[in-house]
């Protein structure tokens, strides 16, 4: 079984930075791509970012040249680097790494989110 374990959220002024951490944990053989989504409180679940075993990364159009996603293979953990913030961007914040166990059995994990808060 695998599971993420996030962190890093707070609260912070428009303009500020945090950085997330997306720790994946169990019996993992690879982890194929992880993904960052959001939700903001009465809206749906939406995508930030998401960074493949070979590290290309895509991002959502509202995050494009603010946010940075980076991995760092031998923890089994992502990083969301987030930069200019704005009070939009408050929400929850949630991880979802994919890939293989040991058994080579195939996993969709979610972590269990972390709040973001953008406010003066």
């Known amino acids: 079984q695998v599971y993420a374990v996030e962190s890093g959220g707070g609260l912070v002024q428009p303009g500020g930075s945090l950085r997330l951490s997306c720790a994946a944990h169990?019996?993992?053989?690879?982890?194929?791509?992880v993904n960052w989504y959001r939700q903001a409180p009465g809206k749906q679940r939406g995508f930030v970012a998401a960074?493949?075993?070979?590290?290309?990364?895509n991002y959502a159009d509202s995050v494009k040249g603010r946010f940075t996603i980076s991995r760092d293979n031998v923890r089994n953990t992502v990083y969301l680097e987030m930069k200019n913030l704005k009070p939009e961007d408050t929400a929850v914040y949630y991880c979802?790494?994919?890939?293989?166990?040991?058994?080579?059995?195939?996993?969709?994990?979610w972590g269990q989110g972390t709040q973001v808060t953008v406010s003066s």
């Open positions: 169990g019996s993992i053989y690879s982890i194929d791509v």
């Open positions: 979802n790494p994919k890939g293989r166990t040991e058994k080579y059995a195939s996993f969709d994990s």
């Open positions: 960074i493949s075993s070979g590290g290309s990364a």
